[in-house]
């Protein structure tokens, strides 16, 4: 099957591709400056009331509707390869349960949950515009990351401890310009990933003091799950005494896991989010489409829910449904990347206590490189026959 396409092999298109993740990263301080700035003077109040005007907000959808664009030009539409068959009937099937909710729930309900997937299209874009270099936006993300972890300094020390967290008068918690732990740490560890791809070892360093800083007790467990592998694998150990080793660490972390994460409530997280997805594990279809979404939580729809976790946002807005789409994503990406891929465990790790699909920019940039592992494994199957 011919998939290539003089479309998404022109070099002009992959400087658009480049200037949309480029605006994409520029705009983000924009996303959330009102808040940024309250955040100093501990009147950021409840995360779900936004202060940032809505409009500043839009750029995202922009930067979704021209991946669109590209990929329908790329030829998605026409030529669909099997590689990606689940992932087109997933996204099919979102269109469809989106459409089918409209006789019960309004229209902005609706179409919030469907922005909230719609990052799912970069798993497309990178398949098509596989021969784009993700890592040659490096240059920006190392900026940025700079650039917030000098705000992160200025939180540690001058910030109210709005999340709760001090130790001797300093902040421990600081979120930069993205406001949430877990998501300024995904980019953190997406600069680290760079960082270390390009050789740049003191950006690397400094990728993974912004990650301690945010005090995001889910990246520090991935970080540290990371670093066991890399050092097992290193040390030439066998898989099974690689599993051996994970399972132990897996308890160690367990038993230690207020000591590490520095977090008293830590495991009171877990159980609330555990009784979140037991409360609507009694809802065959849901609850509504677009209700377990952050951003319908953020304009204040009636019925929205603070799912604070992936598998609990998928279960409020799909019912049991939400378990295959699920289970697609994570056993895709350890089958492309394999359980060593930092992104990979990111991804996974986050998912559990985060609406992972929500966090820009870490998620468009994974489900690109998904794409693009996935049509590489493509080409090298059909080299070796």
Not at 25 to 42: C, D, M, Q, S, W
């Amino acid at each position: 099957m011919v998939i290539a396409t003089s479309y998404e092999m022109n070099q002009n298109n992959f400087r658009i591709v480049y200037f949309l993740f480029f605006f994409l990263l520029v705009t983000l301080p924009l996303n959330t400056f009102k808040e940024t700035i309250a955040f100093f003077y501990g009147a950021v109040g409840d995360k779900t009331q936004a202060l940032t005007p809505v409009y500043l907000k839009l750029y995202k959808d922009f930067f979704l509707v021209s991946a669109v664009v590209l990929v329908t030009l790329g030829g998605a539409l026409i030529r669909i390869h099997q590689r990606l068959l689940p992932f087109y009937l997933v996204i099919g099937f979102i269109f469809i349960y989106a459409a089918l909710s409209y006789a019960e729930l309004d229209l902005l309900t609706i179409f919030l949950g469907l922005r909230s997937y719609l990052p799912m299209i970069f798993i497309l874009f990178g398949f098509y515009f596989y021969r784009f270099e993700p890592a040659s936006l490096f240059p920006v993300l190392r900026v940025l990351l700079y650039l917030e972890l000098v705000l992160q300094i200025f939180q540690l020390i001058y910030a109210p401890a709005y999340y709760g967290s001090t130790l001797s008068g300093f902040n421990l918690t600081n979120p930069g310009t993205f406001l949430i732990p877990s998501t300024m740490a995904s980019f953190a560890i997406l600069v680290y990933y760079y960082a270390r791809e390009r050789g740049d070892s003191v950006t690397a360093i400094m990728a993974l003091v912004s990650a301690v800083l945010s005090h995001s007790s889910t990246a520090l467990l991935v970080l540290i799950i990371y670093f066991v592998i890399v050092f097992v694998k290193r040390s030439r150990f066998s898989d099974g005494v690689l599993i051996v080793i994970l399972l132990l660490s897996a308890y160690l972390i367990f038993i230690n896991l207020e000591l590490i994460t520095g977090r008293k409530n830590i495991l009171d997280n877990l159980v609330t989010r555990l009784d979140i997805f037991k409360e609507y594990l009694d809802e065959p279809l849901g609850i509504g489409f677009g209700l377990g979404s952050g951003a319908a939580v953020l304009a204040q729809r009636e019925g929205a829910v603070i799912a604070d976790s992936t598998i609990s946002s998928l279960l409020i807005n799909f019912g049991w449904l939400s378990f295959p789409i699920y289970l697609l994503f994570v056993v895709k990406s350890f089958q492309t990347f394999g359980y060593k891929h930092l992104l990979c465990l990111a991804f996974l790790g986050f998912s559990l206590t985060m609406i992972v699909f929500e966090m820009t920019p870490f998620i468009q940039f994974y489900f690109f490189e998904l794409g693009r592992a996935i049509r590489k494994n493509v080409q090298l199957v059909r080299g070796s026959t």
